[in-house]
């Protein structure tokens, strides 16, 4: 038995720059925290332009509600997926977002295990995640996507670089803001359900209309995976030519479901009232790690978020916001070994904003004051903590030459717990005429310890209250051109990480967090679409990604950080109208160290994932569409970063049926619920 605890204490300080993740989870492979606001409303028509374009122009767009990433940071590098052009393809959250730039998913298991993202090399803990501005950050600091289905999302907004200035303590690597569907003021229905490998059954039902004077949505889901697959393993990896040997990964199924209420209204004053509910309920099995896989393992989570914000114009140039959040997660991990398990645990935050915008001659000057609460309690050991945050936010966008260049700098200055905190950022951008432009972005931004690192004993690993909080200096640039037909983004980005915090043995067999780890990320990015026709659409992103630990230590020094792939690529083309549709994407990712030692053996391999699909909507009024995708067609087999084996080749088909028929999506008129 001890022999299995120090193993598992081994398994976590053999990930390197890391802290844990909330209780039942694996501990997230690096450093880093929890998010900032965003938005709770319904959104005009988008763009034509959608994926994956980035707003090197700086324009506020007309539309864009104040809380929408091009209006928090116009200079910033945007990417925005419009979630509905990947309806009854795309298994979950995860794997929209993986096709940007910069963006590697950190996957372990199949449907509904748990999934987070590393940006610019800043890990998960480093990476705010929002649902319509409500965070999602939990107790140790990590957003775990497989809790949020594809279902409920009209767009995906992601903001790559420093963005503490704008969303807060937490945004290391950026901010991923995920707008739920807009309810509609005519009475529209619709529902999808999908089968597939594995034993994959998914589905959801939505409707909405007008309701008290306003316009409502409902939307319920649920689904439930088993998981089981096979694979071949080598036993003994230090021998040549070994044979592989059959194995079945068990401990992978999961079922949950969940729902989402919204409400909006127009004010007679010009304003407009959002608000939202949304409910999450998830049970899986976990797995453990590849040299310590548990038998009995289980972890039941549910969420409940609120939020409501309030919106009008003042003037012809001024506006005003404010809005409230409250998030509530129960979390319970049972079956795992003795000292391993840190029973219930409940987090709450809550919270408020008020923002405020105007123009005063060439200046649109925003200001925001917030201000929100923090407590999580842990069963085992009856332990509990919480704190207050509150800051202050001033950005001043300031046009010249007849708005062909602006200036955007912005500052918050913050108070976390007893940390205080200065992030402030200054951005630039010029129109050059013609579809050119350049951007660029110099910031500061932190992630104060978490919960869990601060003050929460789990299992094995210990706390430290003394831990201080991780910091990073980033600058990046990029030019872009667009057309009608063609939109392309070319950059690159720099960062440096200090404080970092990564958990050390701490005799005899636990382990603790220190402050004492550095680290220099550095690459370019690139990000292109086609629309040449109606029925042809094409994107493709790649990301170039070097990283450096900072760290005395001889063992480490100058080696890569693990779970960092050099080079990422990702092609989708989609060929067709709406009522017969082919598409295709290919992504490939280069092998990625797992440890901090830097040996080329202690890797994950490179991996090259196919997927393939077909669309047919062959009925109108109503409409019925059939989906049939085959995800990993070259059955390409990879792993997590515990080493535990990742599912292969899966297929899927989807129906789908909208009562009430529906423009064209390449129309661009919202589709139904």
């Not at 900032?36 to 980035?54: H, K, M, Q, R, Y």
């Not at 104040?66 to 925005?80: C, E, L, N, Y």
């Not at 199949?110 to 890990?123: F, P, W």
């Not at 009856?382 to 966008?397: F, G, K, L, N, T």
């Amino acid at each position: 038995m001890w022999r299995s605890l120090l193993a598992q204490a081994a398994w976590v300080l053999g990930l390197g720059f890391q802290g844990p993740a909330q209780a039942g989870q694996e501990p997230a492979a690096s450093e880093a925290t929890p998010p900032g606001p965003a938005a709770s409303e319904a959104e005009a028509p988008l763009p034509e332009f959608i994926l994956p374009t980035v707003d090197v122009i700086g324009r506020v767009v007309p539309d864009a509600p104040p809380d929408s990433v091009r209006r928090r940071d116009p200079t910033g590098a945007i990417t925005v997926i419009d979630a509905r052009e990947r309806a009854g393809e795309a298994r979950d959250t995860a794997e929209l977002l993986g096709g940007s730039a910069s963006l590697v998913v950190q996957d372990a298991g199949g449907y509904g295990q748990g999934k987070s993202l590393v940006v610019r090399g800043a890990s998960s803990n480093g990476v705010l995640v929002f649902l319509d501005g409500i965070p999602l950050n939990g107790a140790g600091g990590v957003a775990d996507l497989s809790l949020i289905p594809v279902a409920l999302l009209e767009r995906m907004e992601i903001l790559r670089g420093a963005a503490g200035a704008r969303y807060g303590a937490g945004g290391l690597g950026g901010a991923v803001n995920l707008v739920t569907r807009a309810p509609a003021s005519r009475l529209l229905s619709s529902g999808e359900v999908t089968y597939g490998s594995f034993d994959t059954v998914m589905g959801h039902v939505a409707a909405s209309g007008a309701l008290l004077d306003g316009q409502a949505l409902v939307l319920l889901h649920g689904g439930r995976s088993q998981g089981d697959f096979s694979y071949r393993v080598d036993e003994l990896p230090a021998l040549d030519d070994n044979p592989l040997t059959q194995e079945v990964r068990t401990r992978n199924d999961a079922r949950g479901g969940g729902a989402l209420l919204k409400y909006q209204r127009s004010l007679d004053s010009g304003g407009r009232v959002d608000a939202l509910a949304e409910l999450s309920l998830e049970d899986r099995a976990i797995a453990g790690t590849v040299q310590n896989p548990t038998e009995s393992r289980r972890q039941d989570q549910t969420r409940l978020s609120l939020g409501a914000r309030w919106s009008r114009p003042f003037g012809d140039t001024g506006e005003g916001s404010a809005r409230g959040f409250f998030r509530r997660d129960w979390l319970d991990v049972t079956g795992g070994a003795m000292g391993l398990d840190a029973g219930a645990q409940h987090y709450t935050v809550g919270g408020a904003e008020v923002e405020g915008r105007a123009m005063v001659g060439r200046n649109a000057l925003a200001v925001t004051l917030a201000a929100s609460s923090e407590a999580v309690t842990q069963a085992t050991g009856a332990q509990a903590a919480s704190w207050w945050r509150a800051s202050v936010m001033a950005m001043d966008e300031l046009s010249l030459f007849s708005e062909r260049m602006k200036l955007v700098p912005s500052l918050r200055v913050e108070r976390v717990g007893h940390y205080s905190l200065l992030s402030p950022k200054l951005g630039a951008s010029v129109d050059l005429g013609h579809g050119f432009g350049v951007r660029a972005n110099a910031g500061q931004s932190h992630r104060a310890p978490s919960f869990l690192e601060l003050y929460i004993r789990q299992g094995l690993l210990l706390p430290n209250p003394e831990l201080k909080p991780e910091r990073a200096l980033s600058v990046d640039a990029a030019g872009l051109w667009h057309d009608d037909t063609w939109s392309v983004t070319a950059g690159g980005f720099a960062a440096v990480y200090e404080n970092l915090i990564a958990y050390e043995l701490y005799p005899p067999m636990l382990a603790k967090p220190y402050n004492f780890a550095a680290a220099r990320v550095w690459g370019a990015e690139v990000e292109a679409e086609a629309r040449p026709r109606t029925w042809l659409v094409a994107t493709t992103s790649y990301a170039w990604t070097r990283t450096q630990n900072r760290y005395g230590d001889p063992r480490y020094f100058g080696k890569e950080l693990p779970y960092r792939p050099r080079h990422k690529w990702v092609g989708r083309l989609r060929v067709g109208p709406d009522w017969l549709n082919g598409r295709t994407e290919v992504l490939v990712q280069s092998a990625q160290l797992i440890n901090r030692v830097g040996e080329a053996r202690l890797s994950l391999p490179a991996r090259t994932w196919v997927s393939v699909g077909a669309s047919s909507t062959f009925l109108r009024r109503p409409d019925l569409t059939v989906s049939f995708d085959v995800k990993n067609l070259l059955d390409a087999r990879t792993a997590d970063y515990t080493g535990m084996p990742l599912p292969g080749r899966a297929a899927y088909v989807t129906f789908a049926v909208a009562l009430e028929p529906s423009a064209p999506k390449d129309s661009h008129v919202a589709s139904p619920p």
